[in-house]
Each structure stands twice: as C-alpha cells, then as structure tokens.
C-alpha cells in the first residue's frame, strides 16, 4: 500500500498522510500552548521538525500514522489525527489534536470516527485506545462520543515518561455496536 | 525520487535509505554510552525508535539523511553516515555515528567520501559541515583526513541546545580540487593499491 495514495474524506475534513507542505501549521500547532498542552507540551520548532518528520517516517515504516486533517471548506490544515502506535505504546491508539480555531466544532469526533473505522477494516486491529491526560475534559468528552469508556491508567514510555494517562478504548465489536448512533 | 534506488557503493560498503530491518541495530547504537557520548547520550529504545522514524521521515519529505552503511562483506548494519540538515541546523552537514564494534577501518572516512560526493552532486550543496563535540578526537581525525578544517563554534538547536559543537567543514570548491588530486594519485598509484589501503586504516567512529 502507497501511503500517498491514502485519503479519507467525511463531510467536511479530508484525512490524508503527512505532507511536506503541512509543516508550517503543525510547528504553529505545536507552539501553541493550549493546543499543545495535553500532546507533550509547547515546542520549539527545531523540535517539532523532528516531531513532524518522525510522524512521516512511521507512515514509511508501518504503513499507518495519523493524517493531517484537512477543512475542506477552507483547504487548510486543523490538525493531525488517527493511529498512533510508536514503539513501546500501551496500545493500538486513534488519538487526535486540533489547532484551536477548529475546536467545538465535532471535527475531533468526525475525524476519529472515520479514523476508527479505518483502523479496524483496513488495518484490522481488534481494539482501539485512546491516551488521555486526567485533566483533558475535552478530548474525554471526545472519547465518550465515540462509545470509549476508561480502561485503565498508565505511564507513557520515554520521551514521555513523566505523563500519566488514562487509558479509554473500545473493542472492534463495541464500535460496530456504537458506529451508527456515532454517525447520526 | 525513488528511495529504493538510491545506493552508493565503496570498496567495502553499501550505503543506502534506511530500511525497517535496520530499527534494532540502530536501537543498539543509541543504547551504547561510549558511542552516544558526543550525541547527546544514551536513548532507551523507545525513544531510538522514534529518531529512527525521523530519520526515515526525513528521506521521505526532505529527500536525504544519513544513509545505513552495511559492510559489504557480512551483511551487517555498521552504523549511520551523510547528509542531514534539520530545521535550525548550523549549516549542510554530512556526519558519522558507526556501532563501536566497526571503529578503526576506516569505515568512516570511506562512507563520509561517498556521502559527500553525493551530497555535493545530487543534492547542490555549497558547504559541507560536521559537528564534532571538542573532545571527539576520533571524529576530528576523519574530518581532517577528509581535509575539512574547524570554522566556527555552534549551539545546536533544540532538543539539543546544550550542546555547543566545533563546526569544521569545506567548500564544494575545496572539496573537488582534493577528488582530482585523488584521483589522478590514485592514477600513479593503482599497482600499490593494496599497500596504500593498508595505510588508510586508522582509528576513527
């Protein structure tokens, strides 16, 4: 599969892989305090260059990644989500971060949910995570909509060793269970 | 560009994109404190494994990085050499980083030559740079038997911006006039080849 050639569109976003051109928005994203403050916290963009391209590389070496999120009335790019599963994870996860102009407006459910279901039919994982700071009420709200429930809590593997997260998620059987109420 | 079919060949090694198999041995090599004492230090492996996808991203939308050298003759992955410029870098750099167990045969100096040529031939660049750590003696060997020179002192960017590098380096211009003297030494001395590779050995990472 050429990840290039990956494109998923919802109402009104397009999911698609890392793109070269996406850079200046995801170091905005990534400078952004609020946005970032539950993905690791703001960073200097030397570092989320590394950020950028280590998120590019993991489409090349796995095949899968999150996709940068495209409004599709505007063009621009709101953000980056989908599966996220670097080395030492602690689980098969769909996680999402939208720059703040894009917040309260469904985009994070919309996207997930497409997301979701391409990770259990084309990837075919059998359980989807979500990792989710105590304090993120947002994405908690998120995680909820799409029928996740919390599983457990855990420590991220470095770089991220100092975070603790709740672990919500579901099974493929769950989702197909919860799906349509998620669409309507 | 097809990353497949970029591969440079030396005498003794292959270097080309890194490549999934690659992910263990650089695992190692980020894990081994002698060799990740200029680099910043040790990395457990996840975090290796992201540097990894950064490197492999970095073919990817910027078109180079350091290669995989692989010696020819065993078929193992020796380590990391070439081209690498990430946002905020101090300049055009081609590094070196080999595993410990493959200092000291000029496996450095053979690459780097490579990789410069390449850099310089397919890329445009300039300048070439390395940033060498001012206590990194072996490094500064294969600069210099590179004929690069100290130019300048750098901080590094972030995540690293603790770290204040020696900038040695070359021009395109310096660098060529040194390859047709190679050559045309290399010329002369084709029937003492054997004898002159011998003499290239030396201890370098």
Redo the contacts between chains.
């Keep these: 599969m050429n990840p290039a050639a990956i494109r998923i569109e919802t109402p009104r976003l397009i999911l698609r892989p ?3 051109e996406d850079f200046e928005s995801w170091a905005a994203f990534m400078a952004d305090a609020d946005a970032s403050k539950f993905v690791g916290g703001p ?8 950020g ?10 796995q095949g899968y990644a999150m996709f940068s999120v495209i409004e599709k009335s505007s063009g621009r790019w709101v953000g980056r989500l989908g599966p996220w599963v ?3 994870w602690p689980g098969k996860e769909v996680s999402w971060g939208l720059v703040r102009s894009a917040w309260g407006k469904g985009y994070a459910t919309e996207g997930a949910t497409a997301a979701i279901d391409w990770a259990f039919d084309t990837l075919g994982w059998s359980e989807v995570i979500h990792c989710i700071a105590p304090d993120n009420t947002p994405s908690q709200a998120v995680a909820q909509r799409l029928g996740s429930r919390p599983l457990r809590t855990t420590n991220l ?3 991220f060793e100092s975070m603790i997260v709740d672990v919500w998620g579901q099974t493929r059987e769950e989702w197909h269970t919860h799906r349509a109420r998620v669409a309507s | 560009m097809d990353l497949r079919t970029v591969r440079l060949q030396t005498e003794r090694l292959l270097l080309r994109p890194p490549a999934m198999e690659d992910v263990d041995a650089w695992a190692r090599l980020a894990a081994d404190e002698e060799t990740m004492r200029h680099l910043g230090g040790v990395q457990p492996r996840t975090v290796a494994w992201r540097n990894f996808a950064f490197a492999v991203g970095s073919w990817h939308l910027q078109g180079f990085y350091g290669f995989s050298v692989i010696e020819k003759a065993s078929g193992n992955w020796i380590g990391r050499v070439g081209p690498l410029q990430p946002e905020g870098w101090p300049g055009t750099e081609v590094g070196w980083t080999l595993a410990r167990e493959f200092w000291g045969r000029g496996y450095a100096f053979e690459a780097a030559t490579a990789a410069i040529d390449w850099a310089f031939d397919h890329l445009r660049w300039n300048e070439v740079i390395h940033c060498i750590d001012d206590d990194n003696q072996v490094s500064m060997a294969v600069a210099t038997k590179l004929g690069s020179r100290k130019l300048r002192t750098a901080q590094m960017p972030a995540p690293y911006e603790k770290m204040v590098v020696d900038v040695w380096g070359q021009s395109r211009d310096e660098w060529l006039a040194r390859a047709r003297e190679r050559s045309s030494t290399t010329e002369r001395n084709s029937t003492t080849k054997d004898t002159k590779d011998t003499k290239e050995k030396q201890v370098q990472g």
């Design positions: 890392t793109a070269p960073q200097l963009r030397p570092v989320a260059w590394r950028f391209l280590s998120m590019a590389g993991a489409w090349a070496i670097p080395e030492g593997p470095p770089p």
